[in-house]
């Protein structure tokens, strides 16, 4: 089975970036999610990467911008370096962190704060399901694609 780009890889470029995403006909969470096409976000750094990014994790990958492609590059970027930096390990600490976010935790902007003001606008983050998924959002920060404020 096809195995996807490894996030912290050189490789792994904004140019990289868009042309996995380029085309699918899917949403963009479930996208980040599978291993065919990026290895081992895991579900906690995905929802962190998005909210950086200001992307609301039910957009249509189709429909996110290139600016909006290059915010959300370098957010998986920095999200999964500060991660690795904060457990002090190898990059198998974010790779097996699909529900243990360690001593990462305290520095999550997003994942787990259900109901609790968001740490940019104070608007009170919200939990859905995406993907079959757990997913935190701010509904002001990540405002749903083709809905006007
Ligand atoms: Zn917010």
Known sequence: ?????????PSF?????KEIV???????????LNQEYVVGIGNIYVDEALHRARIHPETGA???TSSQLDLLHHAIVATLTEAVNAG???VKSYVNGQGESGSYQHQLLIYGRKDQPCASCGTLIEKTVVGGRGTHYCPSCQPQAGISK
Request: glycine content about 10%; cysteine-free.
């Open 1 to 9: 089975k096809k195995r996807g780009e490894e996030p912290l890889a």
């Open 13 to 17: 470029t904004p140019e990289r970036f």
């Open 22 to 32: 380029s085309g699918k006909s899917t949403k963009i969470k479930p996208l980040l």
């Open 62 to 64: 189709k429909a996110l």
């Open 88 to 90: 002090g390990s190898s």
